[in-house]
C-alpha cells in the first residue's frame, strides 16, 4: 500500500460521483482464551450539533455509541489538516477567507490487495465532509456530507464475474473491458449522502442523509492483535491493522472470480485483512472484555478460575484499577447472577479464584464503563460443564 495513504483524496471526482449517486437515498477473534466481543448494535445512528464555524456536524455516532469527529489535525493521524493550523477551522461564504480543506473525513477506512500479476485491488470507505458547488471551492452553504463504498480492481478477465466481499457487504460484478494494459476492470463508487439544489432557495444540506449509507458501525483496529491505536483515536491511516466492527463480521477485503489474483495466476481468490483506519474520538472511547473460565469441565461441588483482559481502542493507556463484575447462570436458570467483582491489574488484566459451579454454569463479565473516558462493555459467556 502507497505510504503516503493520500488515495484517500477524493477531490473533484469524489463531488462529481457524490452528487449524482447521493439521490439515491433510499435507496469475534481469539488470543490464547480470552474472547474479544464486538458491541451490540444497541443505538440508532446519530449526528452532532452543525458547528456554526464551519457548518458541519462536529460528529457522527454509529450504532455502537462511538462518536467521532472531523479529523482535520493533519498527517499522520488526520488525512487531511487545516491550511492554517494556526486558525480554527472555518467555512465563509468567500472562499479566500475560508479555512478548511477541500475535502474531511469524520471515518475513513482502506484495504489494498498486493497481487502477484500486478494491479490495482482497492476498498475505499468513508464518512466524508465536502463541497457541492458547481466550483468545488470551500464556501459557506455549499457544504455536503456523504458515506462512501468504492471498489476499484483491474487486470482480471474481461467479461469475468466476481464476488467482492468487505465489512459492510457483498457484490457481485462482471469486469468491463479496460483495454490491453488494464485488462478486465471494476469500478464501482457508492455515495449516500446530501447533494446540493440547483435552486438557490432550497434548504442546506441535511447532514442525516449520509446515515443511509452503508457504512455503520465504524471499524476500528482489532484491541487483541497489533500495536495499540494512539489515544484519542480508532487508528492510525499510516499503519495496516486488522480491524473490527463489521455488522456481517467480514473484517476483511475478499474477491473472487477468474484470475482474481491477476490474468494468468490461475489465483481466483485474494484477501487481506488489514486496513488502513482514521478517526478521531469524541468522549468515551471504546472497551472489550475478554473472559476465560478454566478448568472448562470440573467433577459436582468443583470450583473454577475466572480470568480476563480489559482493552481499549484509543482510550487510556493506564487500565489499573478499573472494576470488573462477574456474573454466573446455572443450567435452567432464567438471568445471570452476581458472582463477585474485581480490579484489574497495571494491564488491564484480572482474575478470581474458587468460583464455585453449580451444574452447567455459563460465567460473563462487564465492565460498567467510565463516563466520557470509556465505553461499557461485556464478554461473551464462557461455559463450565460439571462431569459426573
Known amino acids: 500500500m502507497e505510504q ?8 473533484g471526482e469524489a463531488i462529481r460521483a457524490s452528487l449524482v449517486l447521493a439521490l439515491a ?39 455502537n455509541g462511538l462518536k467521532l469527529g472531523l479529523c482535520l489535525d493533519g498527517p499522520p493521524l488526520c488525512l487531511e489538516g487545516l ?15 475560508s479555512n478548511f480543506p477541500e475535502e474531511a473525513f ?10 502477484r500479476a500486478g494491479g490495482r485491488a482497492l476498498l475505499v470507505l468513508a464518512r466524508e465532509a465536502a463541497f457541492g458547488g458547481a466550483d468545488e471551492a470551500v464556501r459557506d452553504g455549499d457544504q455536503v456530507s456523504f458515506s462512501r463504498v468504492r471498489i476499484r480492481v483491474d487486470n482480471l478477465r474481461p467479461g469475468a464475474t466476481y464476488k467482492v466481499t468487505h465489512p459492510y457487504g457483498v457484490k457481485t460484478f462482471r469486469a468491463e473491458n479496460g483495454g490491453a494494459a488494464r485488462g478486465g476492470v471494476i469500478n464501482f463508487t457508492e455515495d449516500i449522502g446530501c447533494a446540493l439544489s440547483p435552486n438557490p432557495a432550497a434548504p442546506r444540506c441535511n447532514f442525516r442523509d449520509a446515515l443511509f449509507g452503508k457504512v455503520d458501525p465504524f471499524l476500528i483496529w482489532d484491541p487483541m492483535t497489533g500495536a495499540r491505536a494512539p489515544v484519542g483515536y480508532v487508528g492510525n491511516p499510516l499503519v495496516d491493522h486488522r480491524v473490527v466492527g463489521s455488522p456481517r463480521g467480514t473484517n476483511f477485503f475478499r474477491v473472487e472470480g477468474p484470475d482474481a489474483g491477476g490474468r494468468g495466476t490461475g489465483i481466483n481468490r485474494v484477501q487481506t485483512s488489514l486496513f488502513s483506519i482514521q478517526g478521531k474520538i469524541v468522549g468515551a472511547a471504546p472497551s472489550f472484555v475478554g473472559l476465560a473460565a478454566k478448568p472448562a469441565k470440573v467433577r459436582p461441588g468443583g470450583r473454577v478460575t475466572l480470568s480476563g483482559k480489559l482493552r481499549t481502542v484509543g482510550g487510556p ?33 484480572f482474575s478470581r479464584r474458587g468460583v464455585k459451579v453449580g451444574k452447567n454454569t455459563a460465567f460473563r463479565a462487564r465492565f460498567a464503563g467510565e463516563p466520557g473516558v470509556l465505553k461499557a462493555s461485556g464478554s461473551d459467556p464462557r461455559i463450565v460443564r460439571v462431569t459426573r
Not at 474472547?35 to 456536524?57: D, K, M, T
Not at 469524520?106 to 497481487?115: D, P
Request: avoid cysteine.
Open 25 to 63: 437515498l433510499l435507496a469475534a477473534l481469539m488470543l490464547a482464551a480470552f474472547v474479544l466481543v464486538r458491541p451490540a448494535l444497541a443505538v440508532p445512528e446519530q449526528v452532532g450539533p452543525v458547528n456554526a464555524n464551519h457548518g458541519y456536524p462536529n460528529w457522527y455516532g454509529d450504532s
Open 4 to 11: 503516503a495513504r493520500w488515495r484517500m483524496r477524493i477531490g
Open 106 to 115: 469524520w471515518w475513513a477506512g482502506e484495504a489494498s490487495i498486493e497481487r
Open 83 to 97: 491550511p492554517n493550523p494556526t486558525q480554527p477551522a472555518s467555512v465563509a461564504a468567500d472562499p479566500a477567507l
Open 317 to 349: 493507556t493506564n487500565l489499573t484499577g478499573k472494576s470488573i463484575e462477574l456474573f454466573k447462570k446455572p443450567k435452567g436458570a432464567r438471568t445471570f447472577t452476581p458472582a463477585g467483582k474485581v480490579r484489574t491489574s497495571s494491564n488491564g488484566s
